[in-house]
């Protein structure tokens, strides 16, 4: 064979003649021609194999040029011979590879037949890919439409015919077919079309479906030979990036590519090659990428989960883009960062390279807590969670993390909250320090164990021994000195020698007798003169001692008498011969007891040491969760679903934990079951279920025992609310039969019997538990009713009258179960009621401060079950009156001084006191529930015989009456008369019952109504605190009977509200009020003010109740809103913050009612800025900053600037100036405010003088600035000229110098005053809609022929303020009566 393949660039490139011996295609077939050649292509393949490719080529060639125009049967059948000469080639190739013996031309035979055939059949795949992508477009289903089965038939052919190419091609890659080139060089050509035709299939964009797995993987193993054997490894780097920046959703798929790459094919240097890539692009290329920044940052996560090993070496090309602009990519780097540290960097194996890169990476994400981005904030937030979870948190950083994560509870971002709610519950699940988390319980144990540490430092202090500075220390520190006196004796100067003849005879004196001393006694002399510091005596005695003694061993040294040898005798008598001696016998002796014992007190000081340090770490990390319960709790109530839920589950992990305070929240999210989002309420009733329901027990009885403790611990000390919310939850509880709830209400009749010892306290628990349990199922009570009764109720009631008390809430619960046939009621003589009576009865003339409430259940329970329960109680009251007289009769004699003073009262006159007390409650009682039945039992009773009794007759009729009157009832359908005048009749029957027949003389209610009109009008008499409660408290429930005692006694209720000392009578007052107003509006109307005034109360109980009430009686429409609700507003800053909270809600709820803030707002800031009032500068605009926050719309902004400007007229003092320029500055004012502003220049142009007018006006014209347009903002500009000059230089100044330019024939048209006549309006050119009438904003009407309406600083409905003593006259008369029609709105 005399020619070589070369695979072209470009196909046309094989028709052109080329170099020397370079194939040429030599015909190119019609479409016609193909059919018959592609069979003799068949035939020579079955007969020659797969080297027949070498002849026939010009006709798969002559395929791919007619590709558009053949049928797609052609170009199948073209691509299943290639696939066969392929496969072939792979059968083949591997023998003829392995001979010894392949010559030139054989070689060269194989590799023309190796590149031909994976030119034509890469080439051919990229075709029938794009056939086939094309055809999913056009045959694409439309809305409503089928997609064509042969389409699909013919897309699903091709996918498995792609799977088939791709596994051929990787069965002859995988050969070692390199050999077949020169120098085992495989040309570029060859590798680019292999890969190319891969990466289009890449881009298919259905490649990352779950169905295209295997085509993917196979896609993936080729381009993986192409990498290890080809050399395309470069080339494959360059292609995923230009991948990631074109098809986004192929992120996932390069991941996946690039980690199998570098596992199972071992280029693990690709990794780094495509992260550097990524880590040198700059911000301004990213910027223009777009899309493409998001596939980097997906594909650096889903990589670095799956070889974060491999990218460690290279992740510091990846840092650079933490300080880059785009926050997906450092999302992405910290995430690496993140899967790095859980991955690889953790355990404590790690040596000292691997734990300092930790800590950098650590540091790093501890940066990025405080991200500018909120969304790297919580993605960060995220992978700390990972991290926590998987215990790759170093234990010296937990406290430290903790801090920055409660920090982010108050961010403004929803999700960075909700992410740090998700990691504080990890910290907590997955802490190394305790089960239990309560900081009060970690106090006591670490103040011990402090306290041993203590002791053993001590004891270990007095233990050391004493330092012993040793002789050769000793010679060392004097060595130097002693070197130079030395030197000094043995080479003297003449001065010296001079003076040495001065102190010869000194020295003889002091070392004279040397011949007497022995040589020992003269080397201790020598040793004591160095001791002392004498080195001069020392070294001359050494000296002469040497002349004295030569023979001696202690100065035989000194032979030859020089420096080195007088020192070394120095040294020697100085330290003695057995120097070295103990201390080389210490290091070689074994080890004493006393060392041991030493050694023991070292560790057991070490051991405490840390204990020490784990309890304070312990007790800091519960600070720190205590901390952040206190910011989550509040979180439990915000409107983002996500979070709240977040919330919930956070709450039930701190309380599985014991945390302190957690109970807190877990009974502050209990009211949540009543929300409106189906979600939340889910997550309530799972929490409650997880930590209650679901107990844990070896048995029934054991999980039963569990389950009531648990609940009785949540009741107790629980308000009526709680108790309300967890009736919700446990009533569906025991709405299911199951052993567990059989058992549980056994222990529940134990507990309430007295069968097992129980406290007071959970036997109430357990009692209120089985009445919610009656909610389910009635018989759970009413088969017990006899056991309720004598536990309860019996001899023994005196004894516990909130146990008697949860006992009636529990019985009264089967009335929950009424249908609509006969209510359900029991005889009056039933042993329930007498036994009712008579703990009724005693306890009147007890002084038992539980007895009421026990005495209003037991009103209730009667009139709930009772036959006739006003018979009842009619001859209970004449009992306790009669009880009451008898007790007087035997203390006292009755005497009309008996009540007047109460420091002279004796104690059977208090106990008189207290009992008159508690017969007023029980008469305000049986007023209140007598109304209730009457108008809910009664009235539905007699529309239950109304409607059997309408059924009756229609069954009595026959069909031919029936038809008759079908005309009249569809006449009375349509005009909607059906039942209303019965209705209607029954009510005026109950109502006249109410206003004549429940005071009548015959009715003992009427007989006590003096009595509580006399206590309460006579507060100097009746004193006592308990007395003059309950006459407030029963007048407001008489004054509910009928309107003719409420107009009686309406004068005095309101003079207890303003004049009585008691803050109690007050708030109780406050709520009766509340509820004369819902029934009879029209004769409490006019005494809102006197309403609206205790928001001011100096009681804060009275305050909060005050708002509570107000907030419902606006809210449902029952009370008019007026200017008084600036009282309201001062509520904002009030310093306890449960009032505060409520006034803002107050705002909250009334921004949602059309345009009501709007209206209001003028009257607030001009009795908030009146000087009378005495608000603070900074409270004023505290409150007003909250107020013009609801103004959102641009007409009422408009209105609301033209309003302000017109009060600054009729403002008398600066401060008033002040307050309505801030106000206008807190608008958000835009264009057609600014223009309503120039208008109104002469309002306030006289005032700019002021600092406190001047500022706000400019702080809105810097506003106006930052948001114009160049020519409005030339206007703008403009006028904050105007008034910085009238600021600076006076309003008169200004005027005149306009006045001067004005005649020299100059013209200012951008501050010309504007006309004020009201009759010139502006064209309203270019504009749909007609400019806004004053009218629609509720503004007052000028008319030409009127004056300007003087605007005063009052609200615009005037009220005169109630004397706090209210004679006859100055009662408020009815005004404005309150309809119920419907409130017309105002619509912008």
Not at 62 to 77: F, G, I, M, N, Y
Not at 282 to 311: C, H, N, Q, Y
Not at 797 to 822: C, F, M, P, W
Request: net charge negative; aromatic share 6%; proline share 4%.
């Amino acid at each position: 064979m005399s020619w070589d393949f070369i695979v072209p660039i470009c196909l046309d490139d094989l028709v052109k003649s080329g170099a020397v011996n370079q194939y040429v295609v030599q015909d190119v077939l019609s479409a016609k021609q193909l059919p018959s050649h592609l069979n003799s292509f068949k035939a020579a393949l079955r007969s020659h194999g797969p080297l027949c490719i070498l002849k026939h080529f010009d006709t798969a060639y002559s395929v791919l040029q007619h590709c558009r125009t053949v049928d797609v049967a052609v170009k199948e059948d073209t691509l299943e011979l290639l696939i066969q000469v392929v496969k072939g080639l792979s059968v083949s190739l591997p023998t003829i590879l392995m001979s010894a013996s392949l010559s030139a031309a054989d070689r060269k035979q194989q590799l023309n037949a190796v590149k031909m055939s994976v030119f034509l059949i890469c080439k051919i795949t990229e075709i029938l890919e794009s056939d086939s992508y094309r055809e999913t477009i056009v045959t694409a289903p439309s809305k409503g439409r089928k997609k064509d089965k042969a389409a699909g038939k013919g897309l699903a052919q091709w996918e498995s015919e792609r799977e088939a190419v791709l596994q051929c091609l990787t069965q002859l890659l995988q050969l070692d077919i390199r050999t077949l080139w020169s120098l085992s060089l495989v040309e570029e050509e060859f590798v680019s079309c292999v890969t190319c035709c891969c990466y289009k299939l890449l881009e298919n964009p259905t490649i990352n479906h779950m169905k295209s797995k295997s085509t993917r993987d196979a896609i993936i193993h080729v381009l993986g030979v192409m990498v290890k054997k080809y050399n395309h490894m470069l080339g494959a780097c360059v292609k995923v990036i230009q991948l990631l920046q074109h098809f986004e959703q192929l992120a996932s798929v390069c991941a996946q590519a690039v980690s199998a790459w570098s596992s199972e094919y071992g280029v693990k240097s690709i990794v780094g090659e495509i992260m550097r890539e990524i880590g040198q692009k700059s911000s301004e290329e990213l910027a223009r990428e777009g899309s493409g920044v998001k596939a980097f940052s997906s594909f650096l996560s889903e990589l670095s989960t799956l070889v974060p090993d491999a990218m460690i070496p290279n992740i510091s090309v990846l840092l650079t883009h933490l300080e880059g602009e785009s926050p997906s990519l450092r999302v992405a780097v910290c995430e690496v960062l993140g899967e790095v540290l859980v991955r690889v960097l953790t355990g404590d194996k790690l040596d000292d390279s691997a734990r300092g890169d930790r800590d950098r990476f650590l540091d790093t994400l501890q940066e990025h807590i405080h991200d500018a981005h909120s969304h790297v904030r919580a993605r960060v937030l995220q992978v700390y969670t990972r991290i926590v979870n998987s215990k790759a948190l170093p234990l010296c950083r937990y406290t430290e993390v903790m801090e920055l994560t409660v920090g982010r509870l108050g961010d403004k971002s929803v999700n960075v909250c909700k992410s740090a709610i998700q990691l504080l519950a990890a910290f907590i699940a997955h802490n190394p320090y305790s089960c239990k988390l309560s900081s009060v319980d970690l106090r006591k144990p670490l103040e011990k164990e402090m306290a041993k540490l203590k002791e053993m430092r001590e004891t270990m202090r007095e233990q050391e021994p004493v330092a012993v500075i040793t002789a050769a220390d000793l010679w060392d520190a004097m060595k130097p000195e002693v070197e130079m006196t030395v030197k000094a004796q043995l080479e003297p100067s003449r001065e010296e020698e001079r003076d040495d003849e001065d102190d010869e005879d000194d020295e003889e004196e002091e070392t004279g007798g040397d011949e007497e001393r022995g040589d020992r006694d003269t080397a201790v002399q020598i040793a004591q003169f160095l001791r002392d510091n004498k080195y001069r005596q020392a070294v001359s005695l050494c000296v002469r001692a040497h002349s004295l003694f030569h023979e001696s061993p202690f100065f035989s040294a000194l032979a030859n008498l020089n420096t080195e040898s007088l020192i070394n005798t120095l040294a020697s008598l100085f330290k003695g011969p057995e120097h070295e001696t103990p201390e080389a016998d210490a290091d070689d002796a074994p080890p004493t007891p006393q060392k041991e014992a030493t050694e023991g007190r070292e560790s057991e000081l070490k051991k405490q040491e840390m204990l020490v340090q784990y309890l304070k770490d312990t007790e800091s990390f519960a600070l720190q969760v205590e901390r952040a319960i206190a910011v989550i709790n509040n979180m439990l109530y915000w409107k983002t679903t996500t979070v709240v839920q977040e919330a919930v589950q956070f709450c039930v992990t701190a309380f599985e934990f014991s945390v302190a305070d957690s109970v807190c929240g877990v009974r502050k999210m209990l009211p949540l079951v009543w929300s409106t989002d189906v979600a939340v309420k889910d997550a309530i009733i799972q929490a409650y279920r997880r930590l209650y329901l679901n107990p844990h027990g070896d048995s029934t009885r054991a999980k039963a025992q569990t389950l009531v403790d648990s609940l009785s611990e949540l009741m107790v000390d629980a308000s009526l609310g709680t108790v309300q919310c967890l009736e919700e939850i446990v009533q569906e509880f025991f709405s299911t039969e199951s052993a567990l709830q059989t058992s549980v209400v056994q222990v529940l009749w134990e507990r309430f019997s007295g069968k097992r010892e129980t406290a007071p306290l959970h036997r109430r628990a357990a009692v209120l538990l089985l009445g919610m349990a009656a909610r389910a199922e009635r018989e759970v009570v009413l088969s017990n009713l006899d056991t309720l009764c004598s536990v309860a109720l019996g001899e023994k009631v005196a004894e516990d009258y909130l146990l008697a008390r949860d006992t009636l809430i529990t019985i009264a619960n089967i009335t929950d179960h009424q249908s609509k046939g006969t209510p359900f009621r029991l005889p009056v003589d039933h042993h329930l009621f007498s036994r009712l009576s008579q703990a009724i009865a005693d306890g009147v003339v007890q002084s038992d401060p539980h007895w009421q409430t026990f005495m209003e259940q037991a009103v209730r329970l009667i009139y709930f079950l009772a036959e006739s329960p006003d018979q009842l109680c009619s001859r209970l009251l004449q009992r306790s009156a009669r009880l009451l007289l008898e007790q007087v009769t035997d203390g006292v004699e009755p005497n009309q001084s008996q009540v007047q003073e109460a420091g002279s009262q004796s104690t059977e006159e208090q106990v008189s006191c207290s009992s008159l007390a508690q017969v007023l409650s029980f008469c305000g009682a049986v007023a209140f529930w007598q109304i209730f039945h009457l108008e809910r039992s009664i009235s539905a009773e007699l529309r239950r015989r109304r409607g059997e009794r309408e059924e009756m007759e229609e069954t009595e009729k026959g069909p031919a009456s029936k038809s008759k009157e079908a005309n009249d009832s569809c006449v009375e359908e349509e005009l909607g008369l059906v039942g209303a005048s019965a209705e209607d009749t029954e009510a005026e029957f109950i109502r006249k019952i109410c206003e004549t027949e429940l005071l009548s003389e015959g009715n003992m209610l009427s007989a006590f109504l003096p009595l509580v009109v006399k206590v309460c009008s006579s507060p100097g008499r009746y004193s006592h605190p308990q007395l003059t409660t309950a006459a407030c408290l029963a007048l407001s429930q008489y004054m509910m009977i009928s309107p003719a005692v409420c107009k009686d006694n309406i004068r005095l209720l309101f003079t207890v509200l303003e004049k009585s000392p008691l803050p109690v009578v007050r708030a109780n007052t406050i709520v009766a009020l509340g509820d004369l107003t819902v029934r009879f509006p029209n004769i409490l109307e006019p005494w809102t003010p006197n309403l609206y005034a205790r928001l001011s109360d100096e009681k804060a109980s009275v305050r909060l109740t005050a708002i509570t009430v107000l907030t419902q009686l606006v809210l449902k429409d029952v009370m008019k809103v007026k200017g008084q609700v600036s009282e309201v507003a001062v509520l904002l800053l009030d310093p306890e913050p449960h009032i505060a909270s409520l006034a803002l809600n107050f705002f909250n709820e009334l921004s949602a009612k059309d345009n009501a803030i709007y209206n209001l707002l003028p009257d607030i800031i001009s009795r908030l800025s009146n000087p009378e009032r005495g608000i603070k500068e900074e409270d004023f605009n505290t409150i007003m900053k909250q107020l013009f926050s609801y103004i959102t719309k641009e007409r009422q902004t408009e209105s609301l600037v033209e309003k302000l400007c017109q009060r600054f007229r009729t403002a008398k003092t600066e401060r008033q100036w002040a307050d309505l320029a801030v106000s206008l500055s807190l608008l958000s004012v835009c264009e057609r405010g600014f223009k309503k502003l120039q208008e109104c220049w002469d309002c306030y142009s006289d005032k700019l003088t002021e600092p406190g007018v001047y500022q706000p006006l400019l702080s809105i014209m810097a506003k106006l600035r930052r948001r114009a347009k160049p020519q409005f903002k030339a206007q703008v500009e403009d006028f904050e000229k105007r008034l910085t000059a009238v600021h600076t230089k006076g309003l008169e100044n200004v005027e005149g110098e306009e006045s001067e330019l004005q005649k020299g024939g100059t013209e200012n048209q951008n501050f010309q005053t504007p006309q004020t006549q009201k009759n010139k309006r502006k064209t309203t050119r270019g504009r749909g809609k007609p400019k806004l009438d004053d009218s629609d904003l509720v503004t007052p009407k000028t008319t030409r022929s009127r004056p300007k309406p003087v605007i005063t600083f009052s609200s615009d409905e005037e009220e005169q303020e109630e004397d706090a003593v209210m004679a006859e006259s100055e009662t408020p008369k009815v005004t404005t009566p309150i309809a119920r029609t419907r409130r017309t709105r105002l619509r912008h």
